[in-house]
């Protein structure tokens, strides 16, 4: 009887462990490297100077690494330390032409601020900062996100944006269209690390999966959770909205790995699947 309960127990955490976000070696993407046997320590590993999330995978410590939208295609490598050395481990960028997209909004403010807009904008950026600095060391099992509203996917992460016709910074997360008021629900358990109304992401929530695996989630008509409070998957986290620069209501999302933001799709393996 006991056997059997254990290997109940067991099981679940044997069929979903080990999951990492589905491989992108481009811009925006995630890169996975396997760094050596678990029966050694988790080595520390850096990647343009910031700490890099590492999970056992298998009989392997494997270096989880978020690759900037703005890197150049090419070369390049993440550091190793642990007791005994350090080392260095090399991989491959490739370009990835992301495609543009033109958007017009009638509020001249969301495209040019005022003074006093741009005022606001840096009172935020610390508590913004704060959040998305966030280094907690705790063991990571696995890496694998539900959608956190059902609706449609308005706009990929990637697109090179226009707005009226101004170049602007890239569409750094995964739009997904619904109605005000749906409801959006953590994809994974995480800690809400700050809740707050900011300029261009609105009422926002950010959400520390661990080891600076953070979730961005912004627009929203309705915040429900609050800073310090632990999530599971499926918690309701707000609704959906329009709040700060939208053309109309949806949920952005942000997912960050190293300080970097990258594809959210990559994280959600039914969205990965349909992916190239
Ligand atoms: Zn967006």
Redesign the pocket.
């Known amino acids: 009887m006991h056997k059997y309960l254990t290997l109940l127990l067991l099981l679940p955490s044997l069929s979903f462990a080990n999951a990492v976000p589905k491989q992108l070696y481009a811009p925006g993407g995630v890169v996975s490297i396997a760094l050596g046997s678990v029966t050694k320590p988790a080595p520390e590993v850096y990647f343009q100077e910031q700490r890099v999330l590492v999970l056992a995978k298998g009989k392997q410590w494997v270096a989880v690494v978020g690759i900037p939208l703005s890197i150049q295609p090419g070369a390049h490598s993440i550091q190793l330390k642990s007791a005994e050395s350090s080392q260095t481990f090399d991989f491959r960028i490739f370009a990835k032409d992301y495609p543009a997209q033109y958007i017009t909004l009638k509020n001249k403010r969301m495209v040019n601020p005022n003074p006093d807009d741009t005022q606001r904008i840096s009172n935020e950026r610390p508590a913004i900062n704060k959040a998305l600095n966030t280094w907690t060391q705790q063991v990571v099992e696995e890496i694998s996100f539900a959608l956190p509203v059902i609706g449609r996917l308005s706009?990929p992460f990637g697109l090179k944006r226009f707005f009226n016709n101004q170049p602007k910074n890239p569409?750094?997360?995964?739009?997904i269209a619904a109605p005000t008021g749906t409801t959006i629900s953590a994809p994974a358990s995480g800690l809400v690390i700050n809740t707050g109304s900011y300029y261009y992401n609105g009422n926002s929530v950010f959400i520390d999966h661990g080891q600076g695996l953070i979730s961005g989630y912004?627009?929203l008509s309705k915040i429900s959770v609050k800073a310090g409070q632990l999530v599971e998957q499926g918690t309701k986290l707000g609704e959906v909205g329009e709040t700060g620069r939208?053309t109309g209501p949806?949920l952005?999302?942000n997912v960050y790995l190293n300080k970097t933001k990258v594809d959210p799709a990559l994280f959600v393996p039914e969205l990965a699947v349909e992916a190239k």
């Open positions: 706009s569409h750094s997360g995964l739009d912004f627009h939208v949806h952005h999302w």
